[in-house]
């Protein structure tokens, strides 16, 4: 079955330990890689909901061990979470598992599918509505790390290799501009020259890496708003989703991207630059809300390099929409003429104002250290 026609839910629902009568699946959330539905159930006269998602294997070329990276992690977060006498049917995501205690299916058409619990009386926000909302968020990514961080990294596949290695990135970006090969370097000139001129930058973090100065962790690697859910009741941010991407990295690649989603109030495609820039107040609460999670975790030179962090990390995406926009719009999907160039910008315009305001981002990290 290709991805885009209506799956056969009856069949596949059959393959999980849900519990009570199939009622109906359909189409559920925003997401643009995987497909994903809600599936309802009815038990003692009430319904239950579940999502099933059908994992884009094209993108995740590796499903069985992003699966073995999402099962262990929370397995784990399951066994903090009940210690500490909260609840991990809402505080992590839950997987179903088959009737072969699989934690996936994967069809006779070489199809992979998965199912979780539905996290009820929670949402995620698109946008930064509050500071409130960017403390929670915050609060959430910390706790995450925090309860991750007795879980051998060794247990965990790098399901993306080089995902965050700015190094590697710089490199391949410039065979990129060498190939050069649909004759659109020169109208990037000035972006191009703009990371030419941080590649001493680029390698800082590798290599303290390669130094031991920096710990490996497991962590997230796609620390956006809407991959935490926020209790409607309370505000709190509850459960961190969207587990593709864990895998083991460094904490400094979680705080950056955050930083980078989270502290700029332009879109990310915004053409205006004068409407991009680093909001101090929303740093100054996320790092709050990161830091009372997991400052006991991290080590002086995690702390000293936070703020750095959220420079490296809009660079780097800036990085891959500029290459992307010289291989001619190949991986990220565009809507108009220049897309990605203009993506790259707003990265470049974000990481120029990081560095005015960097002195300020230390004081803020060293306040709440």
């Known amino acids: 079955m290709e991805t885009g026609m209506t799956p056969d839910f009856s069949n596949i629902v059959r393959q999980f330990e849900f519990e009570g009568d199939f009622v109906l699946a359909g189409p559920y959330g925003s997401g643009h890689i995987n497909d994903t539905y809600t599936a309802i159930f009815r038990m003692n006269s009430k319904n239950r909901r579940y999502i099933l998602q059908r994992i884009n294997h094209h993108v995740f070329r590796n499903p069985e061990g992003l699966m073995n990276n999402i099962e262990t992690v929370t397995d784990h977060l399951r066994q903090k979470i009940l210690a500490a006498d909260g609840d991990p049917q809402r505080e992590t995501l839950t997987l179903i598992p088959t009737h072969e205690a699989e934690c996936y299916k994967r069809t006779e058409s070489g199809e992979y599918w998965r199912a979780y619990i539905f996290i009820e009386n929670a949402r995620t926000y698109e946008r930064v509505e509050s500071l409130d909302h960017v403390y929670n968020a915050a609060w959430a990514f910390g706790n995450f790390q925090n309860l991750l961080s007795d879980l051998p990294v060794s247990l965990l596949t790098d399901t993306i290799p080089g995902f965050h290695n700015t190094k590697k990135r710089f490199e391949a970006f410039l065979q990129v501009v060498d190939a050069d090969d649909h004759n659109l370097a020169q109208t990037s000139k000035s972006e191009i020259e703009f990371v030419m001129s941080k590649k001493e930058q680029t390698s800082i973090l590798v290599d303290l890496i390669e130094q031991g100065e920096l710990p490996e962790r497991i962590t997230h690697n796609d620390t956006k708003l809407n991959n935490v859910m926020i209790d409607d009741d309370t505000g709190a941010g509850i459960c961190v989703i969207d587990l593709d991407t864990v895998m083991p990295g460094l904490s400094l690649y979680d705080f950056g991207d955050s930083i980078r989603s989270f502290a700029n109030p332009a879109s990310e495609d915004d053409r205006d630059l004068s409407n991009v820039q680093l909001d101090i107040n929303v740093f100054d609460r996320f790092t709050?809300?990161?830091?009372?999670?997991?400052?006991?975790?991290?080590?002086?030179?995690?702390?000293?390099?936070?703020?750095?962090?959220?420079?490296?990390?809009?660079?780097?995406?800036?990085?891959?929409?500029?290459?992307?926009?010289?291989?001619?719009?190949?991986?990220?999907?565009?809507?108009?003429?220049?897309?990605?160039?203009?993506?790259?910008?707003?990265?470049?315009?974000?990481?120029?104002?990081?560095?005015?305001h960097f002195d300020e981002m230390v004081n803020i990290v060293e306040k709440y250290h």
Request: charged share 25%; glycine share 4%.
């Open 288 to 356: 709050q809300g990161y830091m009372e999670a997991v400052r006991d975790t991290l080590t002086p030179s995690e702390i000293e390099y936070l703020p750095l962090s959220a420079m490296l990390m809009t660079l780097e995406c800036g990085i891959r929409f500029l290459a992307d926009h010289l291989q001619g719009d190949t991986y990220f999907k565009i809507q108009r003429e220049n897309h990605n160039l203009d993506r790259c910008r707003t990265q470049f315009k974000l990481a120029q104002s990081m560095e005015e």
